[in-house]
């Protein structure tokens, strides 16, 4: 069906910045995956398993999410993981992408860091090199674990520094509140990682502000409470942190009632520097494409919102600045033609 609007967002040059590579993983790869390594699941077929993708908070999600993650074994299941995705992104030109990974699902089961990261870089260099997508990659430490256990993977990561552009903070939010890591992100730190945390997302704003505050992050991930503080917003706004919202996941976790209730537009109209990704796009129904057209649809964001949301996940990325010009230049060209 002609939609102008889904044209108009596929054309779009964009940056995703909020992506879990394992909450890529396709119900039918999973499947695949999960034949070749000789793993049962628990479902007869991929539709009966996306029958079960119903969640009413993270949690549930997440357990599902873990599951899920276990049919990866060895590298070329990495690989094939991350190389799927990327050529998504290249269907829906997304031509930068910042991939979050999380070693402990893996390490936990007797995977070798070595594994998971081999076949995540391997896939970005084919990615960078066939599809012309430049990417980063972004270590999260599981907050439902110990203190101790992220400081285990950080002294994994180092020898795979030149690979890993960032750390983050993931997983069960309510009770595992940023403090709990402020001395693993100061080593992190310390160590040349930039620093970013979901924060906010079923947390509260106080959440928001330790991130900023105890553990000296550049990027919040999701945020949404935000909007409960006022002195918050208006920092956030101050410093132009970039706050990288998901809305179908939110919508999927019950973070939102409907889509028509997220906030971006109110935050875009509060100068934040929001922007749109897709989180976990295998689970919640829709890959950058789908956030942004049905958002849109949904809050009434404008093709000016959508450049803009655009132009804001370039500005917000790790990117070089020459090479933020560059696709800034080119998303004001391409909306200055349509
Ligand atoms: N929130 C927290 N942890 C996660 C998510 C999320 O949306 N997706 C994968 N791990
Ligand atoms: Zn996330």
Same mark, same amino acid.
């Given at each position: 069906?002609?939609?102008?609007?889904?044209?108009?967002?596929?054309?779009?040059?964009?940056?995703?910045?909020?992506?879990?590579?394992?909450?890529?993983?396709?119900?039918?790869?999973?499947?695949?995956?999960?034949?070749?390594?000789?793993?049962?699941?628990?479902?007869?077929?991929?539709?009966?398993?996306?029958?079960?993708?119903?969640?009413?908070n993270l949690?549930?999600?997440?357990?599902?999410?873990?599951?899920?993650?276990?049919? *990866?074994?060895? %590298?070329?299941? #990495?690989?094939? +993981?991350?190389? @799927?995705?990327?050529?998504?992104?290249?269907?829906?030109? =997304?031509?930068?992408?910042?991939?979050?990974?999380?070693?402990?699902?893996?390490?936990?089961?007797?995977?070798?860091?070595?594994?998971?990261?081999?076949?995540?870089?391997?896939?970005?260099?084919?990615?960078?090199?066939?599809?012309?997508?430049?990417?980063?990659?972004?270590?999260c430490f599981l907050r439902h *674990?110990?203190? %101790?256990?992220? #400081?285990?993977? +950080?002294?994994? @990561?180092?020898?795979?520094?030149?690979?890993?552009?960032? =750390?983050g903070l993931d997983s069960s939010e309510l009770g595992n509140p940023p403090s709990r890591f402020a001395?693993?992100f100061?080593?992190?730190?310390?160590?040349?990682?930039?620093l970013m945390a979901h924060a906010g997302e079923e947390g509260p704003a106080s959440y928001i502000r330790e991130a900023l505050d105890l553990l000296q992050v550049?990027r919040i991930d999701h945020g949404n409470r935000c909007l409960d503080d006022?002195d918050l917003v208006?920092e956030l706004?101050?410093?132009?942190i970039?706050l990288t919202l998901?809305?179908?996941?939110n919508?999927?976790l019950?973070v939102?009632?409907?889509?028509?209730?997220?906030?971006?537009?109110?935050?875009?109209?509060?100068?934040?520097?929001?922007?749109?990704?897709?989180?976990?796009?295998?689970?919640?129904?829709?890959?950058?494409?789908?956030?942004?057209?049905?958002?849109?649809?949904?809050?009434?964001?404008?093709?000016?919102?959508?450049?803009?949301?655009?132009?804001?996940?370039?500005?917000?990325?790790?990117?070089?600045?020459?090479?933020?010009?560059?696709?800034?230049?080119?998303?004001?060209?391409?909306?200055?033609?349509?």
């Open positions: 069906m002609n939609n102008p609007l889904a044209d108009f967002i596929q054309d779009l040059p964009k940056a995703e910045l909020h992506l879990h590579i394992e909450g890529t993983l396709e119900p039918e790869l999973m499947f695949a995956i999960a034949k070749r390594n000789g793993i049962p699941l628990d479902f007869a077929s991929a539709d009966e398993l996306k029958k079960a993708y119903r969640f009413n949690q549930e999600f997440l357990d599902i999410y873990y599951l899920g993650a276990k049919v *990866l074994l060895h %590298e070329v299941d #990495f690989y094939d +993981l991350t190389m @799927a995705y990327l050529n998504t992104c290249a269907v829906q030109n =997304v031509v930068h992408t910042e991939i979050f990974f999380d070693p402990q699902t893996h390490t936990e089961r007797g995977i070798a860091f070595d594994t998971v990261i081999r076949g995540i870089r391997r896939a970005l260099e084919d990615g960078e090199r066939q599809l012309g997508i430049t990417s980063r990659l972004i270590l *674990l110990p203190e %101790e256990a992220a #400081f285990q993977t +950080l002294e994994e @990561a180092l020898p795979y520094k030149e690979w890993i552009t960032g =750390v001395r693993v100061r080593k992190a730190g310390e160590e040349g990682f930039l550049i006022e208006q706004v101050l410093r132009q970039p998901c809305p179908l996941s919508l999927e019950k939102i009632r409907q889509l028509a209730d997220h906030p971006v537009k109110e935050m875009l109209e509060k100068g934040l520097l929001a922007t749109l990704h897709s989180d976990d796009p295998a689970y919640f129904g829709g890959y950058i494409n789908e956030n942004y057209l049905r958002t849109a649809e949904a809050v009434g964001l404008t093709r000016h919102d959508l450049g803009q949301l655009a132009i804001h996940s370039f500005q917000a990325s790790f990117l070089p600045d020459p090479e933020k010009e560059i696709w800034i230049d080119r998303v004001n060209t391409y909306c200055a033609a349509c």
